[in-house]
């Protein structure tokens, strides 16, 4: 099936540990489209998801941290890329629907 290019890969599904949170970002636009913000993204362990958007935000990114620490230095990351204007940032409480 790996051949035929049914199965693309594979992934570890692992217990829930560490502060989840879902973050908006609003980018500006620039010279080089959003690729900077995308490559810092791409490099950036943490993010485990990143959508393009449209409307009232540019990207939805879901992270995981270690703790509210490593959230903070993770924003204040974010937060010094060229192009973004502002994050909003929303903690996971508790997942109610998740698909592997």
Request: hydrophobic fraction near 40%; glycine fraction near 6%; aromatic fraction near 6%.
């Amino acid at each position: 099936m790996e051949e035929a290019g049914t199965i693309l890969g594979y992934r570890a599904v692992v217990a829930d540990a560490g502060l989840r949170a879902v973050v908006r970002v609003v980018t500006r636009p620039s010279a080089d489209g959003d690729q900077t913000f995308e490559r810092f993204v791409t490099e950036e362990p943490r993010i485990e998801g990143c959508y393009d958007v449209d409307g009232e935000d540019s990207f939805f990114l879901t992270v995981r941290c270690a703790n509210p620490k490593d959230l903070q230095q993770l924003l204040i990351a974010l937060r010094s890329q060229p192009p973004v204007l502002r994050t909003v940032t929303n903690i996971v409480l508790a997942v109610v629907k998740e698909e592997a």
